[in-house]
Protein backbone atom coordinates (compact mmCIF):
# COMPACT_ATOMS: atom_id res chain seq x y z
CA UNK A 1 0.00 0.00 0.00
CA UNK A 2 2.94 2.20 0.92
CA UNK A 3 4.24 1.85 -2.69
CA UNK A 4 0.89 2.71 -4.34
CA UNK A 5 0.64 6.04 -2.15
CA UNK A 6 4.04 6.96 -3.71
CA UNK A 7 3.49 6.24 -6.75
CA UNK A 8 0.06 8.28 -6.66
CA UNK A 9 2.60 10.92 -4.70
CA UNK A 10 4.35 11.49 -7.83
CA UNK A 11 1.94 13.77 -9.15
CA UNK A 12 0.21 15.59 -6.27
CA UNK A 13 -1.79 18.20 -8.38
CA UNK A 14 -3.40 15.19 -10.51
CA UNK A 15 -4.07 13.09 -7.39
CA UNK A 16 -5.75 16.45 -5.71
CA UNK A 17 -7.82 17.14 -8.78
CA UNK A 18 -8.98 13.45 -9.49
CA UNK A 19 -10.26 13.40 -5.81
CA UNK A 20 -11.87 16.67 -5.83
CA UNK A 21 -13.68 15.94 -8.96
CA UNK A 22 -14.56 12.58 -7.70
CA UNK A 23 -15.38 13.81 -4.37
CA UNK A 24 -17.93 16.35 -6.49
CA UNK A 25 -19.77 13.51 -8.42
CA UNK A 26 -20.18 12.02 -4.85
CA UNK A 27 -21.79 14.88 -3.30
CA UNK A 28 -24.02 15.25 -6.90
CA UNK A 29 -25.18 12.00 -5.73
CA UNK A 30 -25.90 12.53 -1.85
CA UNK A 31 -27.39 16.17 -2.86
CA UNK A 32 -29.74 14.15 -5.46
CA UNK A 33 -30.52 11.86 -2.74
CA UNK A 34 -31.38 14.38 -0.13
CA UNK A 35 -33.61 16.32 -2.52
CA UNK A 36 -35.26 13.27 -3.36
CA UNK A 37 -35.87 12.50 0.53
CA UNK A 38 -36.99 16.10 1.01
CA UNK A 39 -39.00 16.36 -1.37
CA UNK A 40 -41.23 13.36 -1.04
CA UNK A 41 -41.42 14.18 2.97
CA UNK A 42 -42.19 17.24 2.02
CA UNK A 43 -44.86 16.43 -1.12
CA UNK A 44 -46.97 13.88 1.47
CA UNK A 45 -46.38 15.36 4.57
CA UNK A 46 -49.31 16.93 4.99
CA UNK A 47 -51.31 13.85 3.84
CA UNK A 48 -49.53 11.65 6.18
CA UNK A 49 -50.02 13.99 9.33
CA UNK A 50 -53.55 14.33 8.74
CA UNK A 51 -54.59 10.72 10.09
CA UNK A 52 -58.15 10.96 8.34
CA UNK A 53 -59.61 7.52 8.43
CA UNK A 54 -60.67 8.12 5.08
CA UNK A 55 -60.09 10.37 2.25
CA UNK A 56 -63.50 11.06 -0.29
CA UNK A 57 -62.69 12.47 -3.94
CA UNK A 58 -64.44 12.64 -6.72
CA UNK A 59 -64.93 9.84 -8.82
CA UNK A 60 -61.20 8.65 -10.81
CA UNK A 61 -58.85 10.57 -8.36
CA UNK A 62 -56.41 9.06 -7.38
CA UNK A 63 -54.23 11.52 -5.67
CA UNK A 64 -53.98 15.04 -4.72
CA UNK A 65 -50.62 16.29 -6.42
CA UNK A 66 -51.69 15.84 -9.65
CA UNK A 67 -54.84 15.14 -10.10
CA UNK A 68 -58.27 17.09 -9.68
CA UNK A 69 -61.21 16.65 -7.66
CA UNK A 70 -64.60 18.33 -7.22
CA UNK A 71 -67.41 17.82 -4.56
CA UNK A 72 -70.37 19.14 -4.08
CA UNK A 73 -70.07 21.02 -0.23
CA UNK A 74 -73.83 19.07 0.18
CA UNK A 75 -71.74 16.02 0.69
CA UNK A 76 -71.07 16.67 4.01
CA UNK A 77 -74.59 16.48 5.45
CA UNK A 78 -74.51 12.80 3.69
CA UNK A 79 -71.25 11.82 5.38
CA UNK A 80 -71.88 13.28 8.81
CA UNK A 81 -75.10 11.15 9.45
CA UNK A 82 -73.37 7.70 8.51
CA UNK A 83 -73.46 6.10 11.75
CA UNK A 84 -70.25 5.48 11.87
CA UNK A 85 -68.77 9.19 10.85
CA UNK A 86 -67.22 10.84 14.23
CA UNK A 87 -66.44 14.09 12.58
CA UNK A 88 -66.14 15.44 8.83
CA UNK A 89 -63.68 18.17 7.07
CA UNK A 90 -64.40 19.67 4.13
CA UNK A 91 -60.87 21.07 2.20
CA UNK A 92 -60.59 22.79 -0.92
CA UNK A 93 -57.71 23.09 -2.67
CA UNK A 94 -56.54 25.56 -5.14
CA UNK A 95 -53.35 27.22 -6.64
CA UNK A 96 -53.08 30.61 -6.32
CA UNK A 97 -50.50 33.64 -5.51
CA UNK A 98 -48.90 36.24 -3.21
CA UNK A 99 -48.47 39.42 -3.79
CA UNK A 100 -45.35 40.70 -2.56
CA UNK A 101 -44.66 44.03 -3.64
CA UNK A 102 -43.77 43.66 -7.75
CA UNK A 103 -43.22 39.63 -7.23
CA UNK A 104 -45.96 37.28 -7.53
CA UNK A 105 -45.26 33.64 -5.99
CA UNK A 106 -47.12 31.00 -6.03
CA UNK A 107 -49.14 28.45 -3.44
CA UNK A 108 -50.84 25.56 -2.92
CA UNK A 109 -53.73 27.06 -1.13
CA UNK A 110 -55.34 24.50 1.61
CA UNK A 111 -58.91 25.62 3.00
CA UNK A 112 -60.18 23.90 5.61
CA UNK A 113 -62.41 24.01 8.48
CA UNK A 114 -60.76 24.17 11.44
CA UNK A 115 -63.07 23.83 14.11
CA UNK A 116 -62.58 19.57 12.74
CA UNK A 117 -58.99 19.57 13.47
CA UNK A 118 -58.42 18.12 9.87
CA UNK A 119 -56.75 19.64 6.77
CA UNK A 120 -54.51 22.26 8.27
CA UNK A 121 -50.70 22.29 8.65
CA UNK A 122 -49.06 19.45 10.08
CA UNK A 123 -46.52 20.85 12.24
CA UNK A 124 -46.16 25.12 12.82
CA UNK A 125 -42.21 26.40 13.67
CA UNK A 126 -44.23 29.72 14.72
CA UNK A 127 -47.59 31.51 15.48
CA UNK A 128 -50.64 30.05 15.42
CA UNK A 129 -53.38 28.36 13.45
CA UNK A 130 -56.13 30.40 11.52
CA UNK A 131 -58.78 31.11 13.86
CA UNK A 132 -60.99 33.28 11.58
CA UNK A 133 -60.81 34.28 7.57
CA UNK A 134 -58.36 36.89 6.47
CA UNK A 135 -55.76 35.11 8.38
CA UNK A 136 -52.75 32.45 6.82
CA UNK A 137 -50.71 30.00 7.58
CA UNK A 138 -47.33 29.77 5.16
CA UNK A 139 -44.83 27.70 4.40
CA UNK A 140 -41.28 28.15 6.17
CA UNK A 141 -39.23 27.93 2.68
CA UNK A 142 -41.93 30.01 1.53
CA UNK A 143 -41.66 32.56 4.05
CA UNK A 144 -38.11 32.94 3.90
CA UNK A 145 -37.71 32.94 0.58
CA UNK A 146 -40.09 36.12 0.19
CA UNK A 147 -39.00 37.63 3.74
CA UNK A 148 -42.90 36.85 5.33
CA UNK A 149 -43.24 36.34 9.21
CA UNK A 150 -45.63 36.30 11.40
CA UNK A 151 -48.26 39.20 11.53
CA UNK A 152 -47.19 40.38 7.83
CA UNK A 153 -50.08 40.93 5.17
CA UNK A 154 -50.20 39.46 2.04
CA UNK A 155 -52.10 40.14 -1.08
CA UNK A 156 -54.26 36.99 -2.40
CA UNK A 157 -56.18 38.49 -5.41
CA UNK A 158 -58.09 41.52 -3.89
CA UNK A 159 -57.94 40.07 0.02
CA UNK A 160 -55.69 40.74 2.18
CA UNK A 161 -54.61 38.26 4.68
CA UNK A 162 -52.39 38.13 7.83
CA UNK A 163 -49.82 35.71 8.38
CA UNK A 164 -50.53 34.06 11.96
CA UNK A 165 -48.16 30.93 11.99
CA UNK A 166 -45.14 29.34 9.80
CA UNK A 167 -45.76 25.71 8.78
CA UNK A 168 -43.11 22.90 8.41
CA UNK A 169 -43.54 20.00 6.45
CA UNK A 170 -45.07 21.58 3.68
CA UNK A 171 -42.56 22.13 0.84
CA UNK A 172 -43.00 20.41 -2.43
CA UNK A 173 -39.79 21.76 -3.66
CA UNK A 174 -41.83 23.35 -6.46
CA UNK A 175 -44.40 25.14 -4.74
CA UNK A 176 -45.26 25.22 -1.11
CA UNK A 177 -48.42 24.59 0.96
CA UNK A 178 -50.15 27.89 2.60
CA UNK A 179 -53.33 27.32 4.63
CA UNK A 180 -56.62 29.74 5.55
CA UNK A 181 -60.46 29.25 6.47
CA UNK A 182 -62.42 26.94 4.28
CA UNK A 183 -64.69 30.17 3.99
CA UNK A 184 -61.78 32.18 2.68
CA UNK A 185 -60.97 29.34 -0.10
CA UNK A 186 -64.41 29.58 -1.12
CA UNK A 187 -64.44 33.40 -1.80
CA UNK A 188 -61.18 33.33 -3.51
CA UNK A 189 -62.57 30.79 -5.78
CA UNK A 190 -65.38 32.17 -6.56
CA UNK A 191 -67.22 28.73 -6.35
CA UNK A 192 -68.93 28.51 -2.83
CA UNK A 193 -70.43 25.10 -3.14
CA UNK A 194 -67.83 23.34 -4.68
CA UNK A 195 -64.50 21.51 -2.16
CA UNK A 196 -61.66 19.14 -3.50
CA UNK A 197 -62.42 16.32 -0.27
CA UNK A 198 -63.63 15.21 2.55
CA UNK A 199 -61.17 14.07 5.03
CA UNK A 200 -63.41 11.58 7.37
CA UNK A 201 -62.43 10.21 10.89
CA UNK A 202 -64.44 7.70 12.02
CA UNK A 203 -65.42 6.19 15.55
CA UNK A 204 -63.45 4.29 17.67
CA UNK A 205 -63.76 -0.36 16.29
CA UNK A 206 -65.81 0.44 13.00
CA UNK A 207 -65.13 -1.31 9.77
CA UNK A 208 -63.26 0.87 7.29
CA UNK A 209 -63.54 -1.46 4.91
CA UNK A 210 -67.66 -1.29 5.31
CA UNK A 211 -67.88 2.20 5.94
CA UNK A 212 -66.21 3.04 3.01
CA UNK A 213 -68.17 1.22 1.03
CA UNK A 214 -71.27 2.64 2.25
CA UNK A 215 -70.34 6.13 1.88
CA UNK A 216 -69.48 5.00 -1.63
CA UNK A 217 -72.57 3.90 -2.65
CA UNK A 218 -74.13 7.17 -0.71
CA UNK A 219 -72.43 9.77 -2.65
CA UNK A 220 -72.71 9.98 -6.60
CA UNK A 221 -69.31 10.36 -8.64
CA UNK A 222 -67.28 9.89 -5.18
CA UNK A 223 -64.42 7.31 -4.50
CA UNK A 224 -63.40 6.76 -0.73
CA UNK A 225 -59.92 5.39 0.14
CA UNK A 226 -58.48 4.27 3.51
CA UNK A 227 -55.75 6.34 4.74
CA UNK A 228 -53.12 3.86 4.11
CA UNK A 229 -54.01 3.44 0.89
CA UNK A 230 -54.17 7.21 -0.15
CA UNK A 231 -50.69 8.21 1.29
CA UNK A 232 -49.60 5.31 -1.39
CA UNK A 233 -51.37 6.71 -4.18
CA UNK A 234 -49.87 10.58 -3.93
CA UNK A 235 -46.30 8.73 -2.69
CA UNK A 236 -46.32 6.99 -6.14
CA UNK A 237 -47.61 9.84 -8.07
CA UNK A 238 -44.52 11.61 -6.61
CA UNK A 239 -42.00 9.00 -7.35
CA UNK A 240 -43.57 8.15 -11.30
CA UNK A 241 -42.90 12.09 -11.88
CA UNK A 242 -39.39 12.91 -9.42
CA UNK A 243 -37.61 9.80 -8.89
CA UNK A 244 -36.45 8.72 -12.62
CA UNK A 245 -35.29 11.91 -13.52
CA UNK A 246 -32.94 11.90 -10.11
CA UNK A 247 -32.10 8.38 -10.66
CA UNK A 248 -31.13 9.76 -14.27
CA UNK A 249 -28.86 12.73 -13.35
CA UNK A 250 -27.64 10.28 -9.78
CA UNK A 251 -26.04 7.72 -13.13
CA UNK A 252 -24.58 10.48 -15.29
CA UNK A 253 -22.39 11.07 -12.10
CA UNK A 254 -21.74 7.66 -11.59
CA UNK A 255 -20.53 7.68 -14.83
CA UNK A 256 -18.36 10.49 -15.08
CA UNK A 257 -16.63 8.98 -11.66
CA UNK A 258 -15.75 5.59 -13.28
CA UNK A 259 -14.56 7.51 -16.05
CA UNK A 260 -12.50 10.02 -15.01
CA UNK A 261 -11.01 7.33 -12.11
CA UNK A 262 -10.52 4.57 -15.08
CA UNK A 263 -8.40 7.41 -16.91
CA UNK A 264 -6.09 8.77 -14.13
CA UNK A 265 -5.66 4.86 -13.81
CA UNK A 266 -4.74 4.26 -17.54
CA UNK A 267 -2.55 7.22 -17.69
CA UNK A 268 -0.44 6.16 -14.47
CA UNK A 269 0.08 2.71 -16.31
CA UNK A 270 1.15 3.98 -19.39
CA UNK A 271 3.67 6.66 -17.24
CA UNK A 272 4.83 3.44 -15.78
CA UNK A 273 5.22 1.51 -18.18
CA UNK A 274 8.39 0.56 -18.55
CA UNK A 275 8.51 -0.05 -14.46
CA UNK A 276 5.82 -2.31 -14.78
CA UNK A 277 7.82 -4.37 -17.66
CA UNK A 278 11.18 -4.59 -14.97
CA UNK A 279 8.49 -5.93 -12.59
CA UNK A 280 7.41 -8.80 -14.89
CA UNK A 281 10.66 -9.97 -16.49
CA UNK A 282 12.35 -10.30 -12.82
CA UNK A 283 9.17 -12.64 -12.03
CA UNK A 284 7.33 -10.21 -9.60
CA UNK A 285 3.72 -12.38 -8.84
CA UNK A 286 1.00 -12.62 -11.33
CA UNK A 287 -1.40 -11.13 -8.83
CA UNK A 288 0.99 -8.05 -7.68
CA UNK A 289 0.32 -5.49 -10.28
CA UNK A 290 -3.34 -5.78 -10.59
CA UNK A 291 -3.44 -5.26 -6.98
CA UNK A 292 -1.38 -2.19 -7.32
CA UNK A 293 -4.22 -1.02 -9.84
CA UNK A 294 -7.12 -1.60 -7.60
CA UNK A 295 -5.22 0.09 -4.39
CA UNK A 296 -4.97 3.16 -5.88
CA UNK A 297 -8.40 3.04 -7.14
CA UNK A 298 -9.63 1.91 -4.02
CA UNK A 299 -7.33 4.70 -1.90
CA UNK A 300 -8.62 7.22 -4.23
CA UNK A 301 -11.83 6.32 -3.58
CA UNK A 302 -12.21 6.36 -0.25
CA UNK A 303 -10.46 9.35 -0.25
CA UNK A 304 -12.91 11.06 -2.45
CA UNK A 305 -15.61 9.49 0.11
CA UNK A 306 -14.36 11.52 3.20
CA UNK A 307 -13.91 14.55 1.29
CA UNK A 308 -17.05 14.85 -0.01
CA UNK A 309 -18.84 13.92 3.37
CA UNK A 310 -16.77 17.07 4.76
CA UNK A 311 -18.03 19.42 1.89
CA UNK A 312 -21.63 18.34 1.51
CA UNK A 313 -23.10 19.51 4.62
CA UNK A 314 -21.41 22.84 4.83
CA UNK A 315 -22.29 23.01 0.75
CA UNK A 316 -25.98 22.19 1.72
CA UNK A 317 -26.38 25.31 4.40
CA UNK A 318 -24.89 27.35 1.75
CA UNK A 319 -27.73 26.04 -0.74
CA UNK A 320 -30.51 26.38 1.47
CA UNK A 321 -30.02 29.74 2.83
CA UNK A 322 -29.80 31.34 -0.55
CA UNK A 323 -32.29 29.14 -2.01
CA UNK A 324 -35.05 28.36 0.87
CA UNK A 325 -37.37 26.10 -1.22
CA UNK A 326 -34.50 23.97 -1.13
CA UNK A 327 -35.30 21.39 1.25
CA UNK A 328 -32.66 17.99 1.55
CA UNK A 329 -33.26 15.44 4.17
CA UNK A 330 -29.78 13.59 4.43
CA UNK A 331 -29.83 10.42 6.42
CA UNK A 332 -26.28 8.21 7.22
CA UNK A 333 -27.95 5.22 5.08
CA UNK A 334 -27.80 7.59 1.86
CA UNK A 335 -24.03 8.46 3.15
CA UNK A 336 -23.28 4.42 2.91
CA UNK A 337 -25.01 4.12 0.28
CA UNK A 338 -22.72 6.87 -2.01
CA UNK A 339 -19.65 6.00 -0.44
CA UNK A 340 -20.47 2.42 -1.38
CA UNK A 341 -21.11 3.20 -4.84
CA UNK A 342 -18.21 5.46 -4.82
CA UNK A 343 -15.95 2.48 -3.88
CA UNK A 344 -17.82 0.14 -6.38
CA UNK A 345 -17.39 2.72 -9.32
CA UNK A 346 -13.95 3.08 -8.14
CA UNK A 347 -13.16 -0.97 -8.46
CA UNK A 348 -14.83 -1.06 -11.88
CA UNK A 349 -12.61 1.84 -13.23
CA UNK A 350 -9.68 -0.48 -11.78
CA UNK A 351 -11.17 -3.51 -13.91
CA UNK A 352 -10.75 -0.78 -17.10
CA UNK A 353 -7.92 0.22 -16.42
CA UNK A 354 -6.67 -3.81 -16.18
CA UNK A 355 -6.96 -3.76 -20.21
CA UNK A 356 -4.09 -1.40 -20.24
CA UNK A 357 -1.81 -3.57 -17.93
CA UNK A 358 -2.76 -6.83 -19.76
CA UNK A 359 -0.54 -5.05 -22.82
CA UNK A 360 2.42 -4.54 -21.41
CA UNK A 361 4.70 -7.54 -22.35
CA UNK A 362 8.04 -8.15 -20.46
CA UNK A 363 10.87 -7.80 -23.82
CA UNK A 364 9.38 -4.26 -23.57
CA UNK A 365 11.69 -3.14 -20.93
CA UNK A 366 14.45 -3.31 -24.24
CA UNK A 367 12.50 -0.58 -26.09
CA UNK A 368 13.62 2.75 -26.75
CA UNK A 369 10.49 4.95 -25.56
Known amino acids: MIYTIRILLNHPTRLILTVTGISLCMILMLFLFGIYKGVSDGSVEYIRENKADLWILQRNATNLLRGSSMLPTQHKNVIESDEDVERVSPVLLLITTIKNSDKRSSIF ?217 VSTVTTPLQVVLVFTVGILMGLLSSLIALSRLRKIYPLEVFYER
Not at 144 to 156: A, Q, R, S, Y
Not at 260 to 270: D, F, K
Open 109 to 325: LAGYDQENGLGGPPKLVTGRNVNTDKEIVLDNSFALNNGFKVGDEVVIIDDTLTVTGISTGTNAFVIQYAFTTLAEAKSLLGLPDIVTCYLVKTKSGVDLKRTSERLQSRIDGSVVYEHPEFLSNNVKEMESGFLPILYAIAALGAVVLTTVLSLILSINILERKKDFAVMKILGSPSAFLPKLIIQQALFISISSGVLSVLLYFPLVDLIEKVSPE
